[in-house]
């Protein structure tokens, strides 16, 4: 069951789920999301989250902070930073990178948000050219099988996995992290093939697979770019 709740500004969803511990969440575009057992009532709820009140306010801001501290005409490709160019002329739009720049090519009057949709199509594509290898390479592994794969972008997860199905989806924001990013998230996602909760036993599948697995998912979260 998913629900709202609401503390001066802010606003919880609150999703209540079989589990042992209340978990908080807070994601780069603000969003707090909560989990917590089913046995907990509304008043332990909202009182557990007053309690975090400043911790949630101080996130938010840093938050805040460190995404505009990312000027608009710079752009992040497998976590090299490119000073973007925008060139004008009657051609096809496309994109080139070269060794600090990345030049967007457009026909005259394109629009800002027009330059941006062709910026995050093309990350998208340079996402999904970059998973089958890897797919390929930790199915083979972990001794799993990936169905489908989908690109696409999300606001508050870096990927999913529907394990009856056998598919999984990832951010196509990925395309801006380092490489070790996208490798984790691959084997986060295949791991729930094997293991659909978050788990003891996923934990150590992950640490079995990728010992140094919670090094890099720090590095994911803290890299908002």
Known sequence: ???????????????????????????????IKLSVPQRITQEVI?????????WIQEKQAK??????????D???????RYLLKVVEQDTRPCITLTHN???????????????????DEWLRMELKMAL?????????????????FF????KTRWGSCNYTMGNVRF??????????????VVVHELAHLLEPSHNARFHSLMSQFMPNWKLIKAELNRLLI
């Open 101 to 119: 720049e990345m030049r967007l090519h457009v026909r005259p009057q394109t629009s800002a948000a027009v330059q941006q949709a062709i910026i």
């Open 1 to 31: 069951m998913i629900s709202t709740i609401k503390l001066n500004d802010i606003v919880v969803e609150v999703t209540m789920k079989k589990m042992k511990n209340i978990r908080l969440r807070i994601y780069p575009n603000g969003s």
């Open 74 to 80: 710079q752009n992040y490709v497998w976590g090299k």
């Open 46 to 54: 909202r009182t557990f989250l007053i309690s975090k009140l400043n």
């Open 132 to 148: 089958p290898p890897l797919i390929e390479k930790w199915q083979a592994i972990m001794g799993v099988q990936v169905q489908k």
């Open 171 to 184: 951010n196509s924001e990925l395309a801006k992290k380092p490489p070790e990013c996208l490798e984790y």
């Open 151 to 154: 690109v696409q972008k999300m």
């Open 63 to 72: 938050f805040q902070h460190q995404q505009r501290a990312t000027p608009p």
